[in-house]
């Protein structure tokens, strides 16, 4: 039998998803809906990456429609929408090339 020069390499494992409630209504009830704990965090992402450029299109249809004071609204709510979906896809594009 041959003896290994080369170890393996250590395994690593993925990260993954802790759960997380939401859908209260401000607390007026128990959550409705929830983040399942064990999902793939890439995966995860994938879809939080969805579900951001979803509500940027929808802000950004909204902003087409309104004037001030909502225009100043939803342009700031387009900012933050704009830097979390670059860091949520910044950090995807990582795992991915990772």
Do not use: W
């Amino acid at each position: 039998m041959l003896k290994k020069i080369v170890p393996d390499p250590p395994r690593t494992s993925r990260s993954v998803t802790a759960s997380a409630d939401f859908g209260t209504c401000n607390q007026a009830h128990d959550p409705i809906l929830s983040v399942q704990a064990g999902v793939d965090s890439e995966d995860a992402l994938v879809c939080a990456v969805a579900a951001l450029k979803a509500a940027y299109e929808t802000n950004a249809a909204a902003l087409e429609r309104v004037g001030e004071p909502l225009r100043s609204l939803l342009t700031a709510t387009e900012n933050s929408l704009k830097k979390g979906l670059a860091l949520a896809e910044a950090v995807l594009k990582g795992m991915e090339h990772g």
